[in-house]
């Protein structure tokens, strides 16, 4: 294993997830909601949780959020 950064350890890729494939949650819609407007963007409507996670990871980089 090349990343043995135990911070690391528990992040998952999201199309690993097994419940990937649910709906988003409240939050994340929330939490894309506030990127996008910030980032001068539309938040799609609907999205899997694994898709609103790998948005919200998009999103972060391009506003200076997150990490």
């Not at 690391?8 to 419940?19: H, L, M, R, S």
């Not at 980032?39 to 506003?63: C, F, M, N, S, W």
């Amino acid at each position: 294993m090349s990343d043995q950064n135990p911070d690391n350890a528990a992040i998952k890729d999201p199309d690993e997830w097994v419940t990937g494939d649910e709906p988003s949650t409240a939050a994340q819609r929330s939490y894309l909601e506030t990127l996008a407007r910030e980032a001068g963007e539309e938040a799609p409507a609907e999205l899997t949780k694994a898709d609103a996670a790998k948005l919200i990871e998009e999103l972060q980089a391009k506003t200076g959020r997150g990490r």
